[in-house]
């Protein structure tokens, strides 16, 4: 069994930060590609921002210059630094991991959600 558990949600003013921690656990050998995704009421779950296993990034254009992802690889975590929020950020945020298993099984993860309010 595989889980990715998000943490760092929460309700913020316009111009504010906040920081998204996800941790991967179970039957993990290794981890290839993590990303968080965010879905808004009535739009479709999007990119935000991803990170290989060789820490190559790639961001949406509407978080670039705001948002950073990191990761740890040693600890099987991923981090979304977020700054400068604006209303239209305002979504689930959504953790993805695309992995392998202890089983040799390889396949894509994603963690429960965790809310993001940014108030105008």
């Known amino acids: 069994q595989v889980q990715l558990v998000e943490s760092g949600g929460d309700l913020v003013q316009a111009g504010g930060s906040l920081r998204l921690s996800c941790a991967a656990s179970?039957?993990?050998?290794?981890?290839?590609?993590m990303g968080w995704y965010r879905q808004a009421p009535g739009k479709q779950r999007e990119l935000v921002a991803g990170?290989?296993?060789?820490?190559?990034?790639n961001y949406a254009d509407s978080v670039k210059g705001r948002f950073t992802i990191s990761r740890d690889s040693a600890k099987n975590t991923v981090h979304l630094q977020m700054s400068s929020l604006k209303p239209e950020d305002t979504a689930v945020y959504y953790c993805?991991?695309?992995?392998?298993?202890?089983?040799?099984?390889?396949?894509?993860?994603w963690g429960q959600g965790t809310q993001v309010t940014v108030s105008s």
């Open positions: 993805n991991a695309r992995l392998i298993t202890r089983n040799f099984a390889t396949g894509e993860y």
């Open positions: 179970g039957s993990i050998l290794r981890i290839y590609d």
């Open positions: 990170i290989t296993s060789g820490s190559s990034t």
